[in-house]
T-cell receptor, first 111, second 115 residues
Framework: GQQVMQIPQYQHVQEGEDFTTYCNSS?????IQWYKQRPGGHPVFLIQ?????EVKKQKRLTFQFGEAKKNSSLHITATQTTDVGTYFC???????????FGTGTRLKVLA | DAGVIQSPRHEVTEMGQEVTLRCKPI?????LFWYRQTMMRGLELLIY????????DSGMPEDRFSAKMPNASFSTLKIQPSEPRDSAVYFC?????????????FGQGTRLTVV
């Protein structure tokens, strides 16, 4: 079945450093979504990318969808302590709404 | 809207007992998802519904698990009989297909502990 892997699994950064998480799917996705889950909380939607090669920005966050629509990345510039949490990508195989979540990347930001 | 509402927030039960988790999706949403989260397996999609109809239940781990959506405003996930390995946080999420953005809104989750 469809598998979505993320690397790295964990990342500790000093406040102000940049952070990137990579998402790779075993199948082509119709779109990719990114979520953030704070410790003890629930996943919260960040963004959705649909087009091949699409790049979107939200303040310090930059999201990219690969040309083959099988991979994606999230880059955070100048991390802050409020960025702490686990970042998940999620996507459905084309033609379905079966959103499979990636393995997640847990980010810790040291002040 | 109050968002997706799940109950109970916490459930502790003994092995062999029946457990029912409840979810009220956001009004007007046409998709409902049940996920299970554990440290070992991450966030697993168990089942999803479209307009109250189960579309894909291939993630339901065993026959002990069943889910229903009798109407657009209510869904249940039942485990009978429960086992210690079912201990996890169970999330319900709903979304509306607007032809573009299919953002899922998650409930607060039910933390299930089976002893």
């Amino acid at each position: 079945g469809q598998q979505v892997m993320q690397i790295p699994q964990y990342q500790h950064v000093q406040e102000g450093e940049d952070f990137t998480t990579y998402c790779n799917s075993s199948t082509t996705l119709s779109n990719i979504q990114w979520y953030k889950q704070r410790p003890g909380g629930h996943p919260v939607f960040l963004i959705q990318l649909v087009k091949s090669g699409e790049v979107k920005k939200q303040k310090r966050l930059t999201f990219q969808f690969g040309e083959a629509k099988k991979n994606s990345s999230l880059h955070i510039t100048a991390t802050q302590t409020t960025d702490v949490g686990t970042y998940f990508c999620a996507g459905p195989t084309s033609g379905t709404y079966k959103y499979i979540f990636g393995t997640g990347t847990r980010l810790k930001v040291l002040a | 809207d109050a968002g997706v509402i799940q109950s109970p927030r916490h459930e502790v039960t003994e092995m062999g007992q029946e457990v029912t988790l409840r979810c009220k999706p956001i009004s007007g949403h046409d998709y409902l998802f049940w996920y299970r989260q554990t440290m070992m397996r991450g966030l697993e999609l168990l089942i999803y519904f479209n307009n109250n109809v189960p579309i894909d239940d291939s993630g339901m781990p065993e026959d002990r698990f069943s889910a229903k959506m009798p109407n657009a405003s209510f869904s249940t996930l039942k485990i009978q009989p429960s086992e210690p390995r079912d201990s996890a946080v169970y999330f319900c999420a709903s979304s509306l297909d607007t032809g573009g953005n299919t953002e899922a809104f998650f409930g607060q989750g039910t933390r299930l502990t089976v002893v």
